[in-house]
């Protein structure tokens, strides 16, 4: 089935400051890379998405990055804020019809 | 914003009982979805359903667990026979699009305590 490893487990920035998270996932026919935001105690919830059609995606500090080739994406969060700590989870279909999710990053970011 | 509900918030039940998490998915939705979360840990897929069928399931989703949606709004998980390991966060997700392409929509989660 679809493996889908992410890192850094942890992540603790200075606020201002950029945060990068990877994930490589291993079903070449996977074509849609959401990435979640999880926050203590809540529920996932969707904080940008890339389609295999494109290999960048931008929205105002936050963008995600594709490389089908080598089977990798990132997500990238500028100008960081304390608001942004969270569990970031990105995730890769498998078989056109489900989700697999990496095992989270915790993104700590100080004021 | 329409959202997809969950109950109970919370249930606590004794080992070896039968447990049935409820979720109500967004109206248009076609496609749901049982996810578990263990405190800490990754969001793990359990099964997916889809035109009143099991789509896809994995390793975890075994003979004690089944999915249903008996009246057509409701959509629901249901673990025959509870384990201690069971303890942990049951997300219910839907989309109105095959998991594979579109974005899933979490509930609020159910909180599942196995003593």
């Known amino acids: 089935g679809e493996n889908v490893e992410q890192h850094p487990s942890t992540l603790s920035v200075q606020e201002g400051d950029s945060a990068v998270i990877k994930c490589t996932y291993s079903d070449s026919a996977s074509n849609y890379f959401p990435w979640y935001k999880q926050e203590l105690g809540k529920r996932p919830q969707l904080i940008i998405d890339i389609r295999s059609n494109v290999g960048e995606k931008k929205d105002q500090r936050i963008a995600v990055t594709l490389n089908k080739t080598a089977k990798h994406f990132s997500l990238h969060i500028t100008e960081t804020q304390p608001e942004d700590s969270a569990v970031y989870f990105c995730?890769?279909?498998?078989?056109?019809?489900?989700?697999?999710f990496g095992a989270g990053t915790r993104l700590t970011v100080k004021p | 914003e329409p959202e997809v509900t969950q109950t109970p918030s919370h249930q606590v039940t004794q080992m070896g009982q039968e447990v049935i998490l409820r979720c109500v998915p967004i109206s248009n939705h076609l496609y749901f979805y049982w996810y578990r979360q263990i405190l800490g840990q990754k969001v793990e897929f359990l099964v997916s359903f889809y035109n009143n069928e099991i789509s896809e399931k994995s390793e975890i989703f075994d003979d004690q667990f089944s999915v249903e949606r008996p009246d057509g709004s409701n959509f629901t998980l249901k673990i025959r026979s509870t384990k201690l390991e069971d303890s942990a966060m049951y997300f219910c997700?839907?989309?109105?699009?095959?998991?594979?392409?579109?974005?899933?929509?979490f509930g609020e989660g159910s909180r599942l305590t196995v003593l």
């Open positions: 997700a839907t989309s109105p699009l095959a998991g594979g392409t579109g974005e899933l929509f």
């Open positions: 995730a890769a279909t498998i078989n056109n019809n489900d989700m697999r």
